[in-house]
């Protein structure tokens, strides 16, 4: 969570890492915010989480491939990127 929220605040999002174990990601969005910018920063995280996802399977062995492969990887029930393929 440390390098998602590096990640972030790079991009100009605020979060926070907090629990025990550092494992619990806090957003700090204002009470008002347009519709287009929650949305923003949403992707932001999005992208944040997808690049260390990437990262993670790239040392396990596992590399993205946009144009091969239909498989998907499903974290808590939610597709984080399309393609995925082994080495």
Same mark, same amino acid.
């Given at each position: 969570? $440390?390098?998602?929220?590096?990640?972030?605040? /790079? #991009?100009?999002? =605020?979060?926070? +890492?907090?629990?025990?174990?550092?494992?619990?990601? !806090?957003?700090?969005?204002? %009470?008002?915010?347009? #519709?287009? %910018?929650?949305? #923003? @920063? %949403?992707? =932001?995280? #999005?992208? @944040?989480?997808? +690049?260390?996802?990437?990262?993670?399977? /790239?040392? !396990?062995? =596992?590399? %993205?491939? $946009? @144009?091969?492969?239909?498989? !998907?990887? /499903?974290?808590?029930?939610?597709?984080?990127?399309?393609?995925?393929?082994? !080495?």
């Amino acid at each position: 969570t $440390s390098r998602v929220a590096k990640r972030c605040h /790079a #991009e100009g999002v =605020v979060v926070l +890492t907090t629990g025990t174990y550092g494992n619990v990601m !806090r957003f700090l969005p204002p %009470l008002v915010i347009p #519709e287009a %910018l929650l949305e #923003e @920063a %949403l992707d =932001v995280l #999005e992208a @944040a989480f997808a +690049t260390e996802i990437a990262a993670t399977l /790239a040392m !396990r062995g =596992v590399w %993205l491939n $946009s @144009a091969s492969t239909r498989h !998907r990887i /499903a974290i808590a029930g939610h597709v984080l990127h399309p393609n995925v393929a082994s !080495r």
